[in-house]
């Protein structure tokens, strides 16, 4: 146990465990209502990894090829935490052959003999949910060839996790958790025999989290695009599990899906990944396309931001943009401040992005790539658009919230010029510095050009006062600023036309030019790309803008912009090793 534990993360972990041993005496199936279907099968290449004794969990890497995975050296309480989740199972089951099947058999049934009794750090309601559906989905995989007994204590085991979840699915926090939880009691209590009576109250608490945690337009109040996804799927999942068991979901169930999908659409760029932000990732390849078709929702959302991001996709260019505030302080533990931040996908190459969440890769990453020179926009030096800190006294452990944010977002899309524009606005700046960031963005419908606008300006008399009590105190050199552009590690990116220019190229072999005009000097610097399936932080290159505003509005523009000779359409094959090849 944890020193910095809070009082009622320890209560919390002493009523985890003794509900997880008292679920042992209660009555336990002893076969399935039905033949499982997987519904999850993971990475191939991540499943040969395993396989081969490279295990990555948590951003850490334990090389031991031959030993069990309950025997590893646990380098950090998350990688622990990841594997008693058993998401490597669909991994495994991706792979598919004989060494992979035992090393599900072995170490799943190991599981049991040593964690049962309701040892380990795997008795959370949230981790019993994503276990039970693994365990369930792979049945078949994992009790092909076993004898009677290990049959029996694996039904036992999940007779036991299912009893408990019906005891502790209220101790998961709200949110993700939480629908991992009733979605892993729906699952259990509609495949074991004896287990249905759960299924009731689990599809009402469910259908409740739905309205309380998922608002009108289909999004999440933490505004992760990832995290969206992932309800996503699970909901999708206790609905198929409930309509194949002859039943009706919840209509609350069936309506978030209806408003999610659209959603999810609107945050999909045109190589099939998620925008980065605020904590979430790409999304495993497939894993949003599948979401959608599971879900057989079709169209797009009518609104012009989704969940607070703007899309504009022309040609075979998407570009989605931050134009709302930040979570609120409740929701933002993941938070980024990337407010008016933008990523740019040319086909199925990324080619402007963010740098992304850095939580594998400890705290110090975790909270750089928070912060505002991390995304792909404006920032004032020394500053992000939204801050930091805590409320009072918390345990290391525990992340920092966004304590101040932009209070206002100017947000207008009009089709103009052949095109669509956007402007958008915050104030983020104007408690510290007086000023106002305003980005306008246009791209033609050809998707052949994205020209954009970047202005710090001093609106109003306190605005002008407060910019010149910050200018006086820079002793009248003014406020310096950045404009970045993160580039992806695939972009070859050089600097051109004696240093006024950046030409990119794409490794569909598109060539983008990045030119500029206004009072800053560019240069192409190092930058790094964050992902969760990797080692480490992946180098890359970005874009800077470097000026100071000495006046009461600065005015830097910029476009990106396909060279002539580049075609309208490319033939693009992916011919590089899938991301999630994780040893380096």
């Not at 850490?60 to 590893?72: H, K, S």
């Not at 992340?399 to 009009?414: M, N, S």
């Not at 105190?473 to 036309?497: C, E, Q």
């Not at 830097?556 to 090793?577: G, I, M, Y």
Request: with cysteine.
């Amino acid at each position: 146990m944890a020193d910095n534990e809070s009082w009622s993360q320890k209560r919390s972990r002493f009523l985890n465990r003794m509900h997880a041993r008292a679920a042992r005496f209660a009555a336990g199936a002893t076969a399935f209502t039905t033949t499982p279907e997987p519904r999850t099968i993971g990475a191939y290449a991540r499943g040969r990894q395993i396989n081969g004794g490279n295990f990555l969990f948590a951003g850490f890497l334990v090389q031991a090829p031959r030993t069990a995975i309950w025997d590893l050296p646990m380098p950090d309480e998350g990688f622990e935490i990841e594997l008693h989740g058993f998401t490597w199972l669909d991994d495994l089951a991706a792979v598919g052959d004989l060494h992979a099947a035992r090393n599900a058999q072995e170490w799943t049934h190991e599981w049991v003999r040593r964690f049962s009794g309701g040892q380990g750090p795997g008795w959370t309601p949230d981790l019993t949910g994503r276990r039970l559906i693994r365990w369930i989905n792979h049945a078949i995989m994992l009790l092909n060839g076993q004898d009677s007994a290990t049959s029996s204590a694996y039904f036992k085991a999940l007779s036991q996790q299912t009893v408990f979840l019906s005891r502790r699915w209220k101790a998961a926090s709200p949110g993700l958790p939480r629908f991992e939880a009733l979605t892993g009691l729906i699952y259990a209590g509609l495949a074991l025999e004896g287990m249905d009576k759960h299924v009731g109250s689990a599809s009402r608490a469910l259908a409740r989290e739905c309205v309380s945690e998922i608002d009108a337009d289909g999004g999440l109040t933490t505004r992760n695009p990832e995290e969206l996804l992932e309800v996503f799927t699970l909901l999708n999942w206790a609905a198929d599990a409930v309509r194949d068991a002859g039943r009706v979901p919840p209509e609350e169930v069936s309506r978030a899906i209806k408003s999610i999908a659209p959603v999810l659409r609107a945050l999909r760029h045109s190589d099939g990944s998620l925008a980065r932000f605020h904590g979430g990732g790409r999304g495993m390849d497939g894993r949003l396309d599948r979401a959608l078709a599971t879900a057989a929702v079709r169209g797009m959302t009518n609104n012009d931001r989704s969940m607070g991001f703007a899309r504009i996709s022309h040609g075979r260019t998407s570009v989605i943009v931050d134009a709302a505030p930040p979570p609120l302080r409740e929701a933002s533990a993941n938070a980024h401040a990337s407010t008016l931040a933008m990523e740019v996908t040319s086909g199925r190459r990324p080619l402007i992005v963010n740098c992304g969440s850095g939580a594998t890769f400890g705290r110090s990453w975790r909270r750089a790539g928070r912060a505002t020179p991390s995304h792909s926009t404006l920032g004032i030096e020394g500053f992000s658009s939204s801050r930091l800190g805590t409320a009072g006294k918390v345990a290391e452990n525990e992340a920092e919230l966004l304590i101040e944010i932009p209070q206002e977002v100017g947000f207008e899309r009009a089709e103009v010029e052949g095109g669509t524009r956007l402007v958008v606005g915050h104030d983020g700046y104007v408690p510290t510095h007086g000023l106002t960031h305003v980005r306008t963005l246009h791209i033609g419908f050809d998707g052949r050009e994205l020209r954009g606008e970047d202005v710090l300006m001093a609106r109003s008399d306190p605005d002008k006062r407060r910019f010149d009590l910050m200018f006086d105190k820079s002793r009248l050199k003014g406020i310096p600023f950045t404009v970045r552009f993160h580039l992806h590690p695939d972009v070859d990116a050089t600097l051109d036309m004696n240093g006024h220019a950046v030409s990119m190229v794409l490794k569909s072999s598109e060539i983008w030019v990045f030119r500029f005009e206004g009072p800053v000097q560019l240069d192409l610097d190092s930058s790094v790309y964050l992902e969760k399936s990797r080692l480490s932080p992946r180098a890359t290159k970005q874009v800077v803008l470097s000026g100071v505003a000495v006046e009461y509005a600065t005015r830097v523009s910029w476009s990106l912009a396909k060279t002539q000779d580049t075609p309208n359409a490319v033939r693009d094959f992916d011919l590089e090793e899938t991301s999630e090849l994780i040893v380096e």
